[in-house]
């Protein structure tokens, strides 16, 4: 059984930094893609949005509201990803959901989500 699990969540000043993790456990063969989605309050039926994605050699991808201001990065050993939140805004304000496409031992592959973490961003 294969499950993503975030931490690190929390409230912080706007101006402030945080950061969240996402460890992969189970029987798991390997993991390429991982990436960070975040849905804002309020609106549960819109999109989840996509904030960065890196790839299993490191390459990554922000969206444009966060580019200079949020990293991710990945421990391919410890099978976990981790975005570090700088500068945050009121509007960074979301659940932060962690994805990642895995294929397990049994060679069968399918994107996973995490259960989510909140981040919140107010004085």
């Known amino acids: 059984q294969v499950q993503l699990v975030e931490s690190g969540g929390g409230l912080v000043q706007p101006g402030g930094s945080l950061s969240v993790s996402c460890a992969a456990s189970?029987?798991?063969?390997?993991?390429?893609?991982m990436a960070w989605y975040r849905q804002a309050p309020g609106n549960p039926g819109k999109q989840r949005e996509l904030?960065?994605?890196?790839?299993?050699?490191?390459?990554?991808n922000y969206a444009d509201s966060v580019k200079g201001r949020f990293t991710i990065s990945r421990d391919n050993a410890k099978n976990t990803a981790y975005l570090q939140m700088g500068s945050l805004k009121p509007e960074d304000t979301a659940v932060y959901y962690c994805n990642a496409d895995i294929t397990d031992s049994g060679f069968y592959s399918r994107a996973y989500w995490g259960q989510g973490t909140q981040v919140t961003v107010s004085s």
């Open positions: 189970g029987s798991i063969l390997s993991i390429n893609r």
């Open positions: 904030v960065a994605s890196i790839t299993r050699g490191g390459s990554t």
